[in-house]
């Protein structure tokens, strides 16, 4: 896969720890959705295709070529009827905990969305490709995991499109604002939030992971949990206990479609 790496090595994006909202709704494509509180169902509807704009989208930034809008990520998984459930991982690769959640998704024959981090890409070679190999999709979580709401346009251009390649994009501590969506849309790819925060990156405790993400689980939701920014010992416990769960409640869990 392409990954630009312009950061040294080794630098390390800030953690998420600055989530306002234990519930929010993933925006699949759709503009103006995104900052809806609450636990809506995600829109599904098929993304509309904006005209193509014939100037660059920026003021004061790098021109570059506007590319094609991206396809809902959730569209074809949901397309059977089937109960189907997205689990996303933030913030890696992280050479510990990226392929021990590789291993418990193997074991209950589970798919999911990686969005990484470009830094941490570029730190740790090779494990994007240990989350492909194995079916799994990668999403964009910036090149650095700035905020990007208040970045001056060049930055903001940067950490959009000169992260991980993905045509989904999810912006760092789910801050979003017209801008950065305008950004996200122009770098042909579409924005990523969630619905269900079991809030792992908090470390709550495994039961109260394992319990949020049960008592909220419902077909087509969007669950975030993370792959780095620490010790997720507890969410792989959490993990190993919910898919089971799930399983047998019918659901199955593809990777979005990035
Ligand atoms: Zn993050």
Request: with cysteine; aromatic share 6%; net charge positive.
């Amino acid at each position: 896969m392409r990954i630009l790496r312009r950061l040294k090595p080794g630098t390390r994006g800030r953690h998420v720890l600055a989530w306002t909202a234990t519930v929010a709704v993933a925006a699949v494509g759709v503009a103006g959705c995104a900052d809806t509180p609450g636990g809506q169902q995600p829109t599904t509807g098929p993304t509309p295709t904006p005209a193509a704009p014939t100037t660059t989208p920026f003021n004061s930034t790098p021109a570059s070529p506007v590319r094609r809008p991206a396809p809902n990520p959730t569209a074809s998984a949901m397309a059977g009827g089937q109960k189907v459930i997205f689990f996303t991982f933030d913030d890696g690769p992280d050479p510990h905990w990226t392929p021990t959640v590789l291993q418990v998704l193997r074991r209950y024959g589970a798919h999911a969305t990686f969005f990484e981090v470009g830094d941490m890409q570029s730190a740790h070679p090779g494990f994007s490709e240990q989350v492909t190999a194995a079916g799994n999709t990668i999403g964009s979580h910036s090149v650095s995991h700035r905020i990007l709401t208040t970045l001056p346009p060049g930055d903001l251009h940067h950490e959009v499109f000169d992260g991980p390649a993905s045509t989904c994009f999810r912006p760092p501590d789910g801050a979003t604002n017209p801008r950065v969506r305008a950004a996200i849309r122009a770098a042909g790819m579409v924005q990523v939030l969630w619905n269900i925060d079991p809030r792992d990156w908090a470390r709550p405790g495994t039961p109260a992971i394992v319990h949020n993400i049960l008592t909220h689980a419902r077909p087509g939701a969007v669950i975030l949990l993370h792959d780095g920014g620490g010790n997720r010992t507890q969410t792989i416990a959490a993990l190993n206990q919910a898919l089971p769960i799930l399983k047998t409640r019918g659901y199955t869990f593809p990777p979005l479609n990035c």
